[in-house]
Structure formats: C-alpha cells, structure tokens
C-alpha cells in the first residue's frame, strides 16, 4: 500500500472529518409553496449546489465530497413511499459508459438536438435536465477554482474536461464516476451502484497504460478512487449506515458471452483486499467454467471479514432474466442493485425492492388460522396455501401500482433511451421498468409447511386445534409441542420431503407473479430476498408451525432459519440448490458463515473457495459468505471500543459492527449460533 | 453393526485432503489431560449443555442424576432446559444408517479428493464398525483416520487396509510421562507408527505442543529421532488452544490439565530439523 494511501485510510477511518461537516440547513418550505413537486426537487438541487462549498480531505484526489451534511428542506405535494419521499430514485446502474464518453455536454446536445421534434411532455423533461446540467457546471466550476488553489494540478486539469465532455483517460474517469455520484446524491439519490466497473472503465485504463500508466500507479489511483467512495457513505444510509448501495460488479462475460474479467478486475480485487473497507461492495460473477484460483481470490477477500464478495451466477442468472423477458444481450450485461437483486445496467430502471415482499410465514400462519381445520388431507391445505399465495400477490399487485412517483430528470438522463424517448423513467423513459417483490422467510415457511404435514397429518402427535391454539398462544403451555416442533425435519439438511415444501412456496410464488403488470408497463419478479424484512415483517408475525416464537426473526433471504439444526455447509448446499433458481430470479443470496479459524492458512482458503465453487457449480444463484467468529462479535457488543473498524455483512451489505442498532447486531450473532 | 458417534462435521478443512466429512466416534482408551473433546472420551452416551444462551437456571442440574457429590446431566436434563442447550452426546448408528448419511455429501467430496475422516475419541476402537460403513461407502470417497495410534498391532493394521490417509499423533516418548498425563502405556503407539511409516498408505504426523509437558526439549527431540529413526521427514505440530477447557463446563466437569495454561508453547523448529524433518505450525 502507497505511503499517502495508508495515511489518507487512516484519516477516513478516523473519522473525525465527519463533524468537519456544516450543519445548516436551509428551509425552503415556504419559498416553494405552490410549486409542482418536479419544480421544488430542482430548486432543492439548485439550491444545494449553492450552499456547497468544496471539501478535500487529507491526500484526497477526487473531492466531491459533501460540505453540507444534509440538504434543504422542502416538503412535497404527495405522499411518496418511504424510500421516495426523503430519497430519489436510485438502486440502478446508470449509463456510465454514455457518459464517460461523451460528458454531461454531449448529453444535453442529445437533448437539444430533440427539443424541437418533442412534445410537452418531452420538452419538459428536456428543460430540467438543463437546469440540473447548469447546476452541475457550476459545482465543477466551484472545484476547479479550488483545485488550482490547492495546487490539485492533476484535478484540476481531468476537470478541464470531465464530467462536462467525455473522459480521456483513467483518473479522468474516476473523476467523471465520483462526480455523478456527488451529484445525484445532491438530489437525494442515495442508493447509487458501480455496476460493471472493471467492463465500461477499460477503455479509458487501456488509454492509460499506452500512456505510460504503470500497476503501482493504476492500484494508487483505484485505491485512492475506494477511500474516495467512503468518506460520505454515512450521509447515503438506507436503512441503517453502511448501507448506501456502492456495489460493484467484477467479471462475468461480455455482451456475446466472452469471459470478460480483466487486469482491471484484478486491481479491483487486491485494492478492497488492501483497504478493508466496506465500500465499494464487490460482487464477483461467475460461472461453470470459473476456475478455482478466482475464488481463491474472493475467499482472500472474504478472509478481511468484510462480507464480500458476493457470488453471482451467470448459468443461473442470465437465463432467469431472459425468461422473464430481458434480452440476452441486457441479461449477459447484468450487475447487482445495492444489496443483491440482479438488474440490467444503462437501459434499466427497475425496482427490485418495491415495498414489502411476500411474507411467507405469515401466509401460512393465517391459512392454518383460518382454514386448517376444514383441511382433511395435507393436499387440501397445501392447496389453500397456494390459493393465499396467489392472492396475496394479487394484493401487493394492486398495492404496488398505486405507488406514485414524482419525476426523476436528472437520474433519467443516465438511462437509455429517456433521453431519446424524450420520457423520464417514471414516464416509461427505460427500455425496462420491473418491480421485484422479496420473497421473506421462505425457510421458516418451508419448515412451518412441513411441520403441518408431519405432526397434523403423517404422525398426527397434535391435533389442528391443539396446534392451532398452541401457535395463538405462542406456546405458552405448550413448551414440549414447541420442542417437538423444533426437532422436526428443516430446510437446510438436504432433506428432501422440506426442499419441496419450499420449491412448492416459491413456484406459487413465481407463478402468482407471472403476467402481472405494474403501473409503469413492465412486469413482477419474484426473488428470495428478504432486506430488513427479516426483522421488520418477522416483528408482527405470531407465533408459527416451525416452532418459531411470535415477534422473533427469520433467517435472512435464502438461508435456513435461525433455530433449525444443521448438519453443516454440506447439506445446506444442497438444499439451497435443488430448485431452479432461474424461475426467481429477482435475487436474494444463500448465505453461510464460516468461523474465521478456518481462514487461518492458505489450505483452509483453498478449501473455502472449493465449498463456493461447490455452491456454484450445483446451480446456486448468489452467495454471500462471513468470515465471522462469535466470541469476537460477543465481545465487541461489551467493548465497542475495542473494535472501531470491526465489519460485518447485515444483509445485502455490509457495515461497521459498532454503528448497527443492536437488534441487528443480535441477529448478525444469532446466525452464528449454529454454525460450524 | 452400530458405532456410538458424538458428532458428524462437514466440512472439516484440518482432518486431511480436501474438503471432508468428520465422524466422532464416542470413546477413547486415553484420557490426556488436554483433551479438547472431553465428550468424546467416556464410550458412555452423555448429555451436554452449551454455554450459549445458558440462563443458570440450574434446571438441567435439578433434572441430573446424583452420585455422592457430582451430578450427571441426563435425558431429563435435555427436557428441562427452558432453552434446549442440553443436547445428547453420543447416538447409536448402523454402518448403512451412517454411510447412507455420508454417501448424501458423495459428490462434493469426490469433487475435491476429499473424503470422510473418522476421528472421536479412538476410532481404532470402532474399527469393525468403520470397516463395515467404509464397505458401503460410495467409490471415490478418501477414507481418513485421525488416530493417537493407541490399539493392538492387529486391529491397526485392520484401519491401514482400509485407509487412504492418515493422521497419526505423537504427543510423549516417555512412557511414564504418557502414562502420567494420557493414562495409558505408549508401547502399542510407537510399534503401530513403525507399522505406519512402512505400510505406503500416505499419512502425517501430528504433534500436540502442550507447554512443559510435550514441548520439552527432551520429548521433541525424542520425537524427531523416533521419526528420524522411521524415515519420516514432515509433521505438524499443533500449538494448544486455550479454549480447549470449554467444554468440561458442559459436561459438569472440572478442567484441572497439571500444566500451566498460560505458558507460551515453544515450537522448536531447529531441534526437527537437525534430524531433517520438515514441520508446519497449524
């Protein structure tokens, strides 16, 4: 590691800059009364670009980083949903390839080359990507005044060109991808992902090399690029901080399915491997042919306790999204929102993540509650589980699609073909507009399913209404029937009689969804994901067959539930890998932790990228996989000071131990307790 | 046939080639002093309690059997605990109950030369059992014993023919020391090795470094002559875990090893080298 970039590491984790920030806030609620919600968005943009001021921190090269920690108050028309209301769209990959190449210049020239033919609708659209184009300007012009004041030559000079006009070489690029970040989450955007870094960054790195850029400088400069992406992920928090959406896609194959990893992935790799950062959070993608020696290279990273990289599967993936109707050539192109959901970059402006999910659990809980009674055979209550299923979808359908949304100029402009269309892409601007629904607690749910059939039907040691009276009282009285209930068959022990049960919840999940359209003329994805669902869905939920407590979590997306005892990774494998993940394939990893020990020499490494590799190759579609060690983690809830920097993954993403609520600190040891 | 098993780990990544299964049979003739598998040592079943989650309601205890002053934790105990941190320790499979259980993971671990590994307690003690599961084992599958070598000539040889790999401890050359801290006579353990060091099947030695009792000077350099003398050249020594005392609160037992635990162990590289055997510290 670079002299400077050990100490600039050192002063972001430090973290004492934070409180650097300005705290001001500048109140527009008044000054905006009676304009359209569009109108009072760009004046909150216009007008944080003019509270700014530019900030570089020690060894910093880029800048762009936030001077106001938060941006002005305004209030809208409407009542956007949560992440809407506070935060614009986001959760995409923008077009970074037609902007590196031709600026936000060239894009506007685009726009003015339409204006005439548009309609209104179109005209308008055009008009605030102006305002918000002419706002950008004036921030570079801010920084390029500062950068020459600081003696910042070589920034300085990339912003001579970037982000305005395209970029001509690596740190050019660089520069032109923190800016839009910088900028769009002036607009709130804050889940904002790298998307295929290592694929649209090459021509400029290859300009690069020609010229003279050697691999110690090619890794300064990512690495420097990384610390950059750190310093304000604490202002982009989702739901809880670190998660910020700064994902980043390495490998995979190219648009005509040529294996595309690169020197440029490699760097990628070894300068997160160096920096032990939770951001950027690297994916990797791979696939049958992938050889051990890149996973040997993930599992070196996943060793940093960072829990990253996440594996995607190309066998899996890329066929899942042409089935559901991407092109091959947008499917082979794919990258991963903030936490996991697979999405097409440059052209896509889906959501993956749209409020809620299917709440597995609950559904059956309230099939048993309702119906179990009148069920004479497991065959009839699977049937009314189906049923509940089919119309819970139906019901998120009509709930989804009544969703409103304001207008998003400014992030359409980085989506094809918005700018072409002349449409936003609230306006069906993107080639596509998907909504993805988490499927939640599909192991609790396989595992409730199979409790009823075994201990109602096949060994009949509870009657329905003992049982249903049981789970009404959550146990109380009925401790030995939980235990009972606890002992039976779970999902993640390669049993084949639970696998189906939950083949059985997905496939009418999936097919609840199949045909559906949303309101923006795109169609529902089913996934396994569950975000903080986990938690938050998981909190109301009464008590359920599995021999679950009311209120207490489920696992986390795809992964056997926190109670069930496991024979080990071996079995669990192989359970997660039964079903054809393709038919839901909205994302949603299997997740494993591994005790850190493991870890300890390069053996044990290579085992560790032989178990993914395993996990892969029997047609898994995700992984994510935690070095973690639950003394260490125990320990660290007594002493949060003696682990500042202790990272840990939460569920798409990863974040500093010490700044989680403790409900989620728990359930991050509670995944531990049974593992190997 | 059955066996008594107190355990089965997937994926064990230090009990041989590849990526394996681990079997703990119950019972072991020894009783060193360190053991860090305490419930592997009595061929009785047993119930154990975990410390995770563990409210100290005594119920388990309550539910216990009494002899004088010391209190067993039993199958009541299991039903007593609020929690369900008292789990039984030691249950009885058939060779085909077990090898159907071990042929479920066939595939990963033919994938990766990868296999099982019969560990405990003594798995020399099981040795018909293992023999007759290893017959129903699916082709492909490595058969790996983790062994202190401690049985008669005639039933290690049984595990030899059966066998892929081995992983064999030395842990004291004096007898009288082994007999102090493991409890037994160490004679059948050094004739097995030299059967070993002879027999071609592909094995390492392991060597527990336990401070002052077998990082002397004088047991590791016994141990490197001893394998010196047997033409071997690597081994592994394995420094001790201080954790290893865990698990004794779990079977109500006290942990009194006759060592100080907190003793810096001393991997003498130079003393196996001068006898030129190679070693790597786990």
Partial sequence: MDENIYRSREFLLDKGYRKMRCQDRTDMREALRGLSDTEKLCRRFEQA????????????????????????IISLDKDYPFFYHDESFGNITIDYETLLKKGLSGIRADAERLYDKADEEGKLFYFYIYRYFDACELIVKKYTEAAIKCGKERLAAALRRVPMEGAANYFEALVCIKFIHYALRLNACCHLTLGRFDQYIKPYFDVSVRGGMDKAEALYLTEAFFISLNYDGDLYQGIQQGDNGQSMVLGGCDENGKDALNE?????????????????????????????????????????????PQYSNDDVVIGGLVSLGYDLKDARNYTVAACWEF??????????????????????????????????TFSDFRAKVREAILKECEKKVGEDNAIPFHDEPFISAFVQPCIAKGR???????????????????????????????????????TKEELIYAIEQDFKGYENLQKKLLSLPKMGNNIDSVDEQAAFLMDAFADGLNGKMNNRGGIYRAGTGSAMEYLRAAKNVGATADGRNAGTPYSSSFSPSLTAKLNGPFSAIQSFTKYD???????????????????????????VAMLVKTFIDFGGHQLQLNSVNRATLLDAQKHPEKYPNLVV?????????????????????????FRC | MTGKIFSIEEFSTYDGPGIRTTVFMKGCPLSCSWCHNPEGQSFETQYIRSPNGCLKCGKCEYAGKRIGETIILTEKSAGACPRGLVRVCGIEYTSRQLADRLNMNAEILRTWGGGVTFSGGEPLCAIDFISETVKFLKKGISVCFQTSGFSSAEVFEKALSVSDFILYDLKLMDNDEFRKFCGADNLCILHNYKILAKSGVPFV??????????????????????????????????????????????LLRDYNPGFDESLPVCARKDIFERYHVIIKIM
């Fill in chain 1, 49 to 72: 670009v003019a509270d700014e001021k530019p900030v570089f921190y020690s060894y910093d090269e880029f800048g762009f980083n936030r001077y106001r920690a938060r941006l002005p």
């Fill in chain 1, 264 to 308: 440029i992935s490699e760097i990628c790799l070894t300068a997160s491997e160096e920096l032990k950062l939770i951001d950027p959070k690297i994916n990797l993608r791979v696939n049958k042919k992938t050889p051990l020696s890149l996973y040997e290279r993930g599992t070196k990273l996943t060793k940093q306790g960072l829990g990253f």
């Fill in chain 1, 343 to 376: 999405i097409v970059p440059r052209c896509g402006a889906d959501i993956p993540n749209i409020e809620g999910g299917m709440n597995f659990p609950l559904v059956i809980r309230n099939v048993m509650l309702a119906d179990l009674t009148a069920c004479k």
């Fill in chain 1, 424 to 462: 936003e892409i609230n306006h069906y601007g993107a080639k596509y507009n998907n909504y993805g629904i988490h499927g939640v607690g599909i192991a609790n749910g396989a595992d409730a399913m199979e409790a009823v059939r075994i201990a109602v039907y096949k060994d009949g040691f509870v």
């Fill in chain 1, 581 to 607: 993940l393709k038919k839901i394939i909205n994302g949603g990893p299997f997740t494993m932790e591994i005790h850190d020990t493991v870890f300890r020499n390069h053996e044990g490494e290579k085992k």
């Fill in chain 1, 649 to 673: 993954r939460v569920w798409g993403w990863s974040g500093y131990f010490n700044e989680l609520s403790q409900e989620y600190q728990d359930h991050v040891i509670a995944r531990t307790e």
């Fill in chain 2, 205 to 250: 030695t392991r060597i527990p470094l336990i401070p002052n009792v077998t990082d002397t000077e004088k047991n590791l350099k016994a141990i490197a002559r001893f394998m010196y003398d047997n033409e071997v050249n690597y081994a592994e020594l394995l420094p001790y875990n201080k954790y290893a005392g865990g698990k004794y609160r779990g």
